[in-house]
């Protein structure tokens, strides 16, 4: 792999510091801020995240928009499961979002920064880290949310109730990728 990549909102950044987050068993994660809870056996580290191409779509929205995330590749299951549940075509790649984060969503901008990923550790969800601070070696910007998902080949997808969307994925063991739902 050539580059691996951060997204963000901000365009300025000369270099990136590790921040703290918790995991449990590297399958479970987020950020450690003092307004959330971490949950019991979580490990906190500090460090700086970046992902491959392909999962960045994922973090193409306002960091305030609960989002589930669902590709072929990790609900090992067929994508049509989920057109009996929302309206979507089966794409190989869905953004769940709620309905009302949609004119956030088609305003928002964001910026993709480059890094070499001999700076990280591969970590075993496929994602990458490093445990000190780091220089991008390339930013591009200011990307546009929308059109960036449409050239990705992401099928965005608005949802009137999306906790319940969550809770029939999980019942129907639909494996899916959350973030603030």
Not at 160 to 171: M, W, Y
Request: aromatic share 12%.
């Amino acid at each position: 792999m050539s580059e691996i990549f951060h997204i963000s909102e901000r365009g300025d950044i000369q270099t990136f510091t590790p921040r703290p987050f918790w995991h449990v068993n590297f399958v479970w994660s987020g950020r450690v801020s003092p307004n959330k809870s971490i949950p019991n056996g979580a490990t906190i580290f500090n460090v700086v995240y970046c992902d491959s191409a392909d999962k960045l779509p994922f973090y193409y929205l306002p960091r305030s928009t609960p989002r589930i995330w669902l590709t072929h590749a990790i609900s090992g299951r067929n994508i049509r499961t989920l057109q009996g549940l929302c309206d979507t075509s089966g794409d190989y790649r869905v953004l769940v979002v709620p309905t009302d984060a949609e004119a956030g969503i088609r305003s928002h901008q964001f910026y993709r920064y480059s890094f070499d990923p001999s700076d990280f550790e591969l970590l075993p969800t496929g994602e990458w880290v490093c445990y000190r601070p780091v220089k991008p070696t390339a930013v591009s910007g200011a990307h546009r949310t929308i059109e960036s998902l449409g050239i990705d080949g992401v099928q965005l997808v608005f949802c009137s109730d999306l906790p319940a969307l969550k809770h029939r994925l999980d019942e129907e063991s639909v494996v899916h990728h959350c973030e603030k739902v």
